[in-house]
């Protein structure tokens, strides 16, 4: 196992745009590091740089702490499993699961080969289908004989790139929970690459949030959740979404479309001088059907009334969606901003999450409550959390 540590890491392909951009990392060992980020963020790059399938523009990658930036893929080290699973197709699972200790001329004998691929297809229950060619397994299978290429090898640490992107829904979940308890019962140092904010949640011990190549926020899926550091972070973790709403500061309160919110005391040193306009963030659960709120919360946020376009009930519980007008003298300023939600515009919408039994209708007005607790405000200009 090894620690691996990221220092100011540049990747500039060859049209000069930094794909990385000054990234530094410290993976802890047997820490499961999460990179994610939208499309062309540069977390594959990362993770390629990593693994040496990338040269290093610039900066230092240290593994236990050893410089290994000029080292060659094969002698770091590390183990690989790719979104398309990279498998030989002329192969069987066995010699799949074998290659990379054959690959090792002679430092394995053929019963040492033979147990450790028998370990490792125990481990991923794969024991019944080790004479069958790729072709002849299932989307999941394959992705399981990927794994069991990866940990065949006694390697230092996994390295994972969108490893379950292209199984359907219900098999990544599983995959997800297997993928999370086989890291947990090796202990082994993990980076895993996804654009899916789902996996990253849930599977890993720290989320990095890239953009554009500049790594954001890196920190527990929890904080990462409750204090988004930008609009860009609070946006992109988090479904349904965080709303984003405009608000004018009069005095101590805010004046938003849908409503005037008190502001809470917490808030009010960090957005007096802000005279302009500032985005309050809010989270679906931070909203409720007034009727259903405890007493002794209601003092700790504002009750207003809000037109519901429509709702949503999912069993479980229920979504109402609010809409506004955005204001058109700030509109264009705002619409700025929304690049970093990957819109071209900042949504008029508000969705709010309602009690299963809540009676709230499409087309009717209703009292909801907001838990000002809770609430974060964003900076029009920065995108910067202020709270
Ligand atoms: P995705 O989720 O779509 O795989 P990503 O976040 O993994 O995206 P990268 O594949 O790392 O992003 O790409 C980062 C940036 O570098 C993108 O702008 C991409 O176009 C660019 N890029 C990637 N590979 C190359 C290459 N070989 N030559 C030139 N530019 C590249």
């Known amino acids: 196992m090894a620690a691996i540590t990221m220092q100011n890491l540049v990747k500039k392909y060859d049209d000069g745009f930094p794909a990385v951009n000054d990234v530094s990392i410290d993976v802890a060992d047997g820490e499961f590091l999460i990179l994610v980020g939208p499309s062309g963020c540069g977390k594959s790059t990362l993770l390629r740089m990593v693994v040496g399938l990338e040269d290093i523009t610039s900066g230092e990658l240290l593994i236990d702490g050893e410089r290994v930036n000029d080292k060659a893929p094969r002698d770091r080290n590390l183990s690989m499993v790719f979104q398309n699973y990279a498998l030989y197709p002329h192969l069987t699972v066995y010699e799949n699961i074998a290659f990379p200790l054959r690959l090792s001329k002679g430092q394995f004998s053929n019963d040492e080969i033979d147990r450790k691929v028998r370990a490792a297809s125990d481990t991923l229950d794969l024991d019944d289908h080790l004479e069958r060619k790729p072709a002849n397994l299932s989307g999941g299978q394959r992705q399981r004989v990927a794994m069991g290429r990866a940990i065949v090898r006694d390697a230092d640490a996994f390295l994972f790139d969108e490893p379950l ?80 709403l405009p608000a ?140």
Not at 180 to 206: F, K, N, P
Not at 270 to 284: A, E, F, Q, T, Y
Not at 340 to 368: C, F, H, K, W, Y
Request: proline share 4%; aromatic share 8%.
């Open 165 to 244: 992107s292209n199984l359907d829904a219900k098999l990544r979940g599983q995959m997800r929970t297997e993928i999370a308890q086989l890291q947990r019962r090796m202990g082994i140092t993990s980076i895993y690459v996804t654009h899916d904010q789902t996996e990253a949640m849930t599977l890993g011990d720290r989320v990095a949030v890239l953009k554009k190549g500049v790594l954001q926020q890196i920190a527990s899926p929890r904080e990462l959740y409750e204090q988004p550091v930008n609009l860009f972070v609070a946006g992109f973790i988090g479904a349904p979404s965080m709303n984003f």
């Open 248 to 387: 004018r500061i009069e005095g101590n309160v805010f004046k938003t479309p849908i409503g005037d919110i008190d502001v809470p005391e917490r808030v009010q040193q960090k957005v007096s001088g802000k005279n302009d306009i500032v985005l309050l963030g809010l989270r679906p659960e931070h909203f409720e059907d007034s009727k259903f709120v405890d007493e002794a919360k209601v003092p700790h946020g504002t009750t207003f009334e809000a037109e519901f376009t429509h709702t949503e009930w999912l069993g479980n519980q229920q979504y109402g969606y609010i809409q506004f007008e955005q204001d058109q003298a700030v509109k264009h300023k705002l619409d700025e901003l929304a690049k970093d939600l990957d819109a071209d515009e900042m949504p008029s919408q508000v969705v709010v999450s309602l009690d299963a039994s809540s009676r709230i209708r499409g087309g009717t007005a209703a009292n909801i409550w907001l838990d000002a607790r809770r609430m974060h405000v964003f900076d029009p200009e920065t995108g910067e959390n202020l709270t």
